[in-house]
């Protein structure tokens, strides 16, 4: 059993790395992980280039933990060997909900997160909300050097979604066809860039409820999207406890050519902070602060919904073009063993959103604001990535606008 410990190295003189040995390893080719880090035979041992690597390889989906341990030889000889505890990668997904209309949807999926063992992700999805959807994703971060990879996916989206139009609402079915293609270039352990081209069409069918005059009751855009992707990931992992700040900056730029919606742009961060707590304790926050053009549209990018952002608000609830969403929990180990951890957790989750063609200042009103507050269990595998089954039930502690007293959330992985 490998036993998971992180030794800071100094030493008076320098010391050649005479033998670099990897351990733990299965699935993992051991090729692609010498590629990746920074610690090679033959060169000058560096601790903090090692305690780099550590971090690194922890981060990998097909990595549970990873340590290090150096053997003197000599005075100026040493010996390395990095240990691998390697995580079950080849994943299927199920989850499954009530939509708008209260059909009954499911989605079924199978992912593996360490195809040809290399940390590159394939896999693919099957969904049904009383509508068939599908997609695909290839995503290999080194395909082409430490730095440089690639990611293609497409996805047929299809889903009845409500639209607001003030005081009114009205069911579209929409439908969303479209093919991505990202570069994807790491600069350094920290920051990491994906930028590239979506083509993309989206349709949108009236289904039933109340329009407003000039809203077509049928849409069909193409369109092109451009995007930008900077990540800041200063994360440290130690099975399920995370500690650290990362952010993330997406930026897109949509084009068009319609007589109803106009070229946008849209951005928004998300700042993450985790922190443990005691041997047990771990404290989790995600802020989301996002910006849209601002079309006196429907058809706003930022949806109020308890799957994505608000726990037990209640399903797609209302759409803007700005949000400010801020989701903090405590999550507690009350059971950890070899393979299985159960937390449970305490949460509050607040967003305010701007109306589309309304004013920044609609952040700041308190008709706007939703606050829901609850509790949850989560069952984490720690041989598996990313196998976290969560369940939370929030309860609205303010909605100005009452749209429910909450209910429950569940799925795949936590929160954030």
């Not at 990491?192 to 289904?207: A, Q, V, W």
């Not at 006196?296 to 799957?307: E, G, I, K, V």
Request: proline residues 2%; positive net charge; hydrophobic residues 35%.
């Amino acid at each position: 059993m490998f036993f998971s410990f992180c030794l800071q190295v100094t030493f008076a003189q320098k010391t050649t790395i005479v033998s670099l040995e990897i351990v733990g390893q299965d699935k993992i080719k051991t090729s692609y992980l010498k590629k990746i880090i920074t610690t090679k035979q033959g060169e000058v041992l560096d601790s903090v280039k090692l305690n780099q690597d550590i971090t690194f390889l922890k981060r990998l989906p097909a990595v549970s933990h990873a340590y290090f341990k150096v053997d003197r030889l000599s005075s100026s000889k040493s010996h390395v060997k990095i240990g691998i505890e390697e995580n079950f990668t080849l994943l299927p997904s199920l989850n499954f909900w009530t939509t708008t209309n209260k059909q009954f949807a499911y989605k079924l999926g199978l992912y593996e997160y360490n195809f040809l063992g290399n940390n590159t992700t394939f896999g693919g999805f099957y969904q049904n909300n009383g509508f068939h959807s599908y997609g695909f994703t290839y995503r290999a971060p080194n395909l082409f050097s430490k730095k440089w990879g690639l990611a293609i996916s497409f996805k047929d989206w299809k889903s009845e979604e409500p639209l607001y139009f003030g005081e009114k609402t009205a069911n579209y079915l929409y439908n969303n066809t479209s093919v991505e293609l990202l570069g994807l270039y790491q600069l350094n352990l920290k920051h990491r860039i994906d930028f590239g081209i979506s083509f993309f069409s989206e349709k949108y069918k009236y289904l039933s409820g109340e329009t407003a005059a000039g809203v077509p009751l049928a849409l069909d855009l193409d369109k092109k999207l451009l995007k930008l992707v900077y990540q800041y990931n200063g994360l440290d992992y130690y099975y399920q406890y995370v500690s650290g700040f990362k952010s993330v900056l997406y930026t897109q730029y949509v084009t068009t050519q319609n007589d109803f919606q106009n070229d946008f742009l849209i951005a928004w961060n998300d700042f993450f902070y985790y922190k443990r707590i005691g041997a047990k304790g771990n404290w989790a926050n995600k802020l989301r602060l996002g910006i849209a053009s601002n079309e006196n549209s429907p058809f706003a990018p930022f949806a109020l919904d308890n799957n994505v952002n608000i726990r037990g608000v209640g399903i797609l609830v209302d759409r803007g073009t700005g949000v400010a969403v801020l989701n903090s929990e405590y999550r507690h180990t009350v059971y950890d063993k070899k393979w299985l951890a159960i937390q449970t957790n305490i949460f509050t989750d607040a967003g305010t959103w701007r109306e589309p063609g309304g004013q920044l200042s609609d952040l700041f009103k308190k008709e706007k604001l939703r606050v829901f507050s609850g509790i949850g269990l989560r069952f984490i595998s720690k041989k598996i990535y990313n196998a976290t089954f969560r369940i939370d039930y929030g309860f609205k502690v303010y909605d100005a606008r009452n749209t429910t007293k909450g209910g429950l959330v569940f799925g795949l992985g936590q929160y954030f």
